[in-house]
């Protein structure tokens, strides 16, 4: 996924494009507007953490909660993997 195409939702296109240009810089997004290895290594560390500092939110669901909360975001999450394809 390009970089632009990541921060389409969130930020005004100028300054998706100045964070991009900023990427970059560091060398985490190739001249194409794609993610380096150094970048995908970088996404990958975030989303790990990401997920540790959520695990105890969810910990304290029963299971039933946790499957009620499964089911409830299952579509936006087909909607978002249809978007990226």
Known sequence: ??????GRLHLPKAQLAAVVDG???RGLVDA?????????????RIEDLTDELAA?????????????LVAGVEPIATALSAVDD
Do not use: I, K, S
């Open 1 to 6: 996924m390009r970089a632009e195409e990541f």
């Open 23 to 25: 990427l970059r810089g």
């Open 32 to 44: 194409a507007g794609g993610f380096t290895d150094a970048g995908r290594e970088t996404r990958e």
């Open 56 to 68: 105890p939110a969810y910990d304290v669901l029963r299971a039933d909660e946790l499957d009620e």
